[in-house]
């Protein structure tokens, strides 16, 4: 059974950090892209982060670039967002994500996600 299990949201004062964590069970997670959308209330899930199979190449989207960063360890089947200078329009659920296709590249639509996460809170206070 596929599962990916998230952690590491929160409650955060704008300009502060959060590290948002994502399990993956099942070895073949190594070889499948992965990343984070979020979905605040009232509006559409939007990709946040991706990053391919291997972690060399990664895609942010236009809102995070420069404050957020992807990463994966293979070792440990877990895939990282780490969020800094957080800002209230960041607050939102956040998922994580997979599409089962080896060896393939980012992905930036949830109509390509075969597995996603339970979610996990995100709230930024002004």
């Known amino acids: 059974q596929v599962q990916l299990v998230e952690s590491g949201g929160g409650l955060v004062q704008a300009g502060g950090s959060l590290r948002l964590s994502c399990a993956a069970s099942g070895r073949a997670f190594n070889n499948f892209p992965m990343g984070w959308f979020r979905q605040a209330p009232g509006k559409e899930r939007e990709i946040v982060a991706a990053?391919?199979?291997?972690?060399?190449?990664?895609y942010y989207a236009d809102s995070v670039k420069g404050r957020f960063t992807i990463s994966r360890d293979h070792a440990k089947n877990t895939v990282y967002l780490q969020m800094n200078n957080l800002k209230p329009e960041d607050t939102a659920v956040y998922y994580c994500?997979?599409?089962?296709?080896?060896?393939?590249?980012?992905?930036?639509?949830?109509?390509?996600?075969?597995?996603w996460g339970q979610g996990t809170q995100v709230t930024v206070s002004s």
């Open positions: 990053i391919n199979f291997s972690g060399g190449s990664t």
């Open positions: 994500a997979s599409r089962s296709s080896y060896l393939a590249g980012v992905f930036t639509s949830p109509a390509n996600i075969d597995y």
